[in-house]
């Protein structure tokens, strides 16, 4: 149980940091330390290396590393040492969540491993999803930058963004977390469970649709398909999902509202060629353009931790942009900490994918059904990473590795039996 509460706890915090930065982020540093110090002082019961027991986790320890390293060695040559060193110092607390999630995941005896991996996805979900529908009701938001820099039409129109302050940002959560709860449906048995669970994938779908994110809707669709393509008989119950989710989007909308019929608006949201036209395509293929200009003139170096948005608006950069983040934690990372690290963590990611698809041949039913998931959520996170304005700060971004490093190392590891009514280490 108290790995249960302590998962729970970390997402939680990590959830809700964007915006109570004061009680979220600081309340989730001083749980990933307090972590950090129990597991030291209990060296004997959960010994250190346990982190190299697989070739997965010795990977991401190679890489949390040199990447800690290189970011020290980024704030020399750093525009600005100071912004430099405070993301270095994010970076080592959230590093190290990713290890705090396979040590707690590692202690468990009694609760189910799939319990433990789904359960601060669905928590954090519906601590969400509260304020999400608290804004639908009132029309209110929790503050944001994002309120003061939004053009009229989208303020005007009915959105939501919960605790992550930008629409995009909690999206992007919302795409991860469905990965998880269908595997929840997946794994679980009872009538009971399942049935909670579908409404959490129907307010779920209906969420995601309301943060007018293109790139999250079309992910979750292709989600439920490919969960749908795998057990066929499943296909009219994922239909009734999607349908279901968009009936709800409409009650929530209200069709009393009448600007959530107006055809301009509607047409500024969803329609891909104006939003070209409006530069918000452009705009990122600008800020990518930057970013792999950044690594060519660091001669792969990277230009140091947090520095995009110190070279991003100058104007001797090939793309003239007005967004200062890069909105891609795989071209933050390029522009920021250079080819290196970018090399190892997608050898990292690589060799994820490698053992999942290992374990989706001659592996046991519930192995499988884990690893399947797993390479959905995988997936997920690709085109949540291109929706966030700024990956590497969010401590969710963090968790998801962790989760995905202890399903990987439990996967490896043939002396642990994954099962829906117990996790056995023999």
């Known amino acids: 149980m108290f790995s249960l509460l302590t998962l729970v706890g970390l997402f939680l915090l990590g959830a809700s940091a964007s915006q109570t930065p004061i009680v979220g982020l600081n309340g989730y540093r001083g749980m990933v330390l307090a972590i950090l110090v129990f597991w030291m002082l209990n060296g004997n019961r959960v010994p250190v290396k346990f982190v190299c027991r697989s ?39 959230n590093l190290a969540s990713v290890f705090c999630v396979l040590f707690v995941l590692r202690s468990a005896r009694e609760i189910a491993f799939p319990v433990l991996i789904t359960a601060g996805w669905l928590v954090s979900f519906l601590l969400t999803a509260s304020v999400a529908v608290w804004e639908l009701r009132t029309g209110d938001h929790l503050f944001s930058s994002y309120l003061a820099e939004s053009p009229d039409y989208r303020l005007e129109s009915i959105w939501v963004m919960s605790t992550f302050g930008n629409p995009n940002n909690y999206a992007a959560y919302l795409v991860l977390c469905i990965s998880f709860i269908l595997m929840a ?39 439920v398909f490919a969960v749908g393509w795998r057990r066929l008989k499943s296909l009219k119950f994922f239909f009734v ?34 939003s070209v036209e409006e530069g918000s395509f452009k705009e990122r293929l600008g800020l990518y353009g930057n970013a792999v200009y950044m690594a060519i003139e660091s001669y792969g170096a990277g230009v140091g931790p947090h ?44 060799q994820s994918v490698s053992v999942l698809l290992r374990n989706m041949r001659g592996a046991g039913s519930e192995r499988r059904k884990l690893a399947f998931f797993s390479l959905i959520s995988i997936g997920a996170y690709l085109v949540a990473s291109f929706e966030n304005s700024s990956y590497i700060p969010q401590p969710v971004n963090w968790l998801y590795l962790g989760i995905l490093l202890s399903i990987c190392n439990v996967l490896e590891s043939q002396s642990y039996r994954v099962c829906s009514k117990g996790a056995t280490i023999h």
């Open 241 to 274: 999902l999607a349908v279901a989710a968009l009936c709800l989007t409409s009650f929530l909308n209200g069709f009393d509202n009448s600007s959530y019929w107006d055809l301009t608006l509607f047409e500024k949201m969803t329609n891909i060629e104006n």
């Open 185 to 223: 449906m997946s794994l679980f048995k009872g009538m009971v469970t399942k049935s909670f669970l579908f409404s959490c994938s129907l307010l779920l779908v209906g969420l995601v649709v309301l943060t007018g994110s293109r790139g999250c809707a079309v992910a979750v669709v292709l989600i």
């Open 55 to 93: 070739l997965n986790s010795r990977i991401f320890l190679i890489l949390a590393i040199v990447w800690i390293a290189w970011g020290l060695a980024g704030c020399v040559w750093a525009l600005d040492y100071e912004t430099a060193l405070k993301e270095v110092f994010d970076l080592t607390f």
């Open 307 to 350: 520095q995009f948005s110190e070279y991003a608006l100058r104007r001797d950069m090939p793309y003239i942009v007005k967004i200062p983040n890069p909105h891609s934690f795989i071209f933050e990372i390029l522009s920021q900490y250079g080819v290196l690290v970018l090399l190892i963590f997608l050898m990292w990611v690589v």
